[in-house]
């Protein structure tokens, strides 16, 4: 059964700093991995897809890599703003019954204080 | 760009009574998905289909229902409603099941009383 689990929790850095979001997942069999941001109570917002046999993917100042092999893909946000606050939300998909899945860990909580 | 489209965006139910949630998938996409979720949590998969058939099913409980009609739109149906069904109510879609990205609606927040 796929996990997958995010770390940290929660964080809250100042404005203008490089940080990083922390994604693992146990079954290194995937299609792909999605970062989605969510603000709170609302939907989700695709940020980024990797497919299984890309290594990254840039846009804007977001950056996601993929290591299938170790089950681990970050997330690298450059020059932090305010607006970047949002719930950070890592999938990914395992082909189950016919049809993908998307699996879903539990969120990094980012705060960027001004 | 056209995206999910989920109606109602709010629903306030009782306990006991019926729901129906629509979603209306990006036009060609051919497969939808249902998720699920709770206050504070991650979303949870709960059924899709594909080209109008159920492909999967997660952790629907059995007062749930859901299809796909033909112009590929679903609804999901909940019946006797609890208080624990309170949640938010994602639909995705995605052209083919396998390997695509899943692109979300802004969800259908059920309230039950």
């Known amino acids: 059964k796929q996990e997958v689990t995010q770390i940290p929790a929660a964080l809250s850095v100042p404005e203008g700093e490089n940080l990083v979001l922390n994604c693992s997942f146990t079954?290194?069999?995937?299609?792909?991995l999605q970062w989605f941001r969510q603000d709170p109570g609302k939907g989700l917002t695709s940020l980024l897809l990797?497919?299984?046999?890309?290594r990254e993917q840039t846009s804007g100042r977001l950056n996601a890599s993929l290591d299938k092999s170790s089950g681990r893909s970050t997330l690298y946000i450059a020059a932090s703003q305010p607006g970047d606050s949002a719930t950070y939300l890592c999938a990914v998909t395992s082909r189950s019954g016919g049809a993908q899945k998307l699996v879903f860990g539990q969120g990094t909580r980012l705060t960027i204080n001004p | 760009a056209a995206g999910v489209i989920q109606s109602p965006r709010h629903l306030i139910k009782e306990k006991r009574e019926t729901a129906t949630l629509k979603c209306y998938p990006i036009?060609?996409?051919?497969?939808v998905y249902w998720y699920q979720q709770g206050p504070g949590q991650d979303p949870q998969f709960l059924i899709s289909f594909y080209e109008k058939m159920q492909s999967d099913k997660g952790s629907i409980p059995d007062r749930f229902s859901a299809q796909q009609f033909s112009d590929y739109h679903s609804e999901l149906n909940m019946s006797s409603l609890e208080l624990g069904d309170s949640a938010l109510y994602f639909c995705?879609?995605?052209?083919?099941?396998?390997?695509?990205?899943?692109?979300f609606g802004n969800g259908t927040r059920l309230t039950v009383t």
């Open positions: 990797i497919q299984s046999s890309q």
């Open positions: 995705a879609s995605s052209y083919r099941p396998i390997a695509s990205p899943l692109h």
């Open positions: 079954d290194s069999a995937i299609y792909n």
């Open positions: 036009p060609r996409h051919d497969t």
